[in-house]
């Protein structure tokens, strides 16, 4: 109820806290400690972090950090004297890795592919073909607004302007943001789904839907994309997310600044949206060719370069 009602949490991050504290509970039972929390202390929580070694250090962040929560909370409210974590340091180190994103090319196969597969169907009464625009205008979406799969399958027709392009969402938190489809391919993908879908969509007030006329789901949006790439020819692990990333690394290759690209993405703080500045292959080769101060002196002949056309 406190992370519920004050705490304001979602209900994704409730399921988390619920599947984490269970873990614990099973680790305490099984090892046939008491499961009253006035009998933990931190020799049971390092021992239950031994458990945990096997999984990514980003999950046992995760789920130490949903323990700590709890007894944090506990301590609070004079249920516990103090806390077992007071006395612990944990300090996990979670390696950082550079997002997968595609650039302009990739971008483009994917596209072709999505559009060429609707041009191809000859009956534009069949569901395949309204399934095939669906799938454009998924895709779409998540290209023009850097939209996460989750705000993508909630986002409700009320919160979207086919005329103007605005785009209502709702991301973690409640937190609300506007952003507008501007590319007029994109609205035409978007509002011919919507004339092929109407009377589904008006039922659901869901703005993408399945076949049986539910919500579309994450997990068949991560098929679809996984479908379409592969069809493209990338070799890369592209999930919808890869499209958040793409959108936030073209926009900052296209030098827009990274407040406008923070609120795009919903992040609440900046230090999130730095995870994009990396620079993409391309435009570290044209930094290089084009600023190194090696460049700005030459020691060899013109006639060097055929050893490099032939290297």
Request: hydrophobic letters at 40%.
């Amino acid at each position: 109820m406190y992370c519920k009602d004050e705490r304001n949490l979602s209900t994704k991050t409730l399921q988390a806290y619920h599947i984490d504290l269970y873990q614990f509970l099973c680790f305490l039972e099984l090892n046939r400690k008491s499961s009253k929390v006035i009998g933990v202390d931190k020799f049971i929580i390092r021992q239950y972090m031994e458990t945990l070694a096997k999984w990514k250090p980003r999950t046992i962040k995760r789920k130490i950090a949903s323990l700590k929560a709890m007894f944090n909370y506990l301590e609070f409210e004079d249920h516990i004297a103090i806390s077992p974590f007071r006395k612990m340091r944990i300090r996990l180190k979670q390696p950082t890795y550079l997002p997968v994103v595609l650039d302009q090319h990739e971008v483009k196969k994917v596209f072709q592919e999505v559009y060429n597969r609707q041009t191809n169907i000859v009956n534009k009464y069949c569901y395949k073909y309204a399934a095939a625009t669906r799938d454009l205008a998924v895709l779409e979406m998540l290209f023009a607004t850097g939209i996460r799969v989750s705000e993508l399958c909630s986002l409700q027709v009320s919160n979207i302007d086919l005329k103007t392009g605005v785009v209502r969402i709702i991301g973690k938190g409640d937190k609300e943001r506007i952003i507008q489809v501007i590319n007029q391919e994109a609205r035409i993908a978007l509002i011919e789904y919507f004339w092929l879908f109407q009377g589904a969509i008006e039922q659901t007030q869901y703005f993408f839907i399945n076949r049986l006329g539910n919500p579309l789901s994450s997990q068949s949006v991560r098929y679809m994309i996984r479908d379409y790439t592969s069809s493209a020819g990338l070799a890369k692990h592209v999930t919808p997310h890869t499209f958040r990333h793409t959108f936030a690394t073209l926009l900052l290759e296209a030098d827009v600044d990274i407040k406008y690209i923070q609120h795009f993405l919903g992040h609440s703080s900046i230090m999130t949206t730095q995870i994009y500045t990396h620079v993409s292959r391309e435009q570290e080769r044209k930094l290089l060719a084009t600023r190194h101060p090696r460049g700005k002196f030459k020691l060899r002949d013109r006639g060097a370069t055929v050893i490099l056309n032939k290297g």
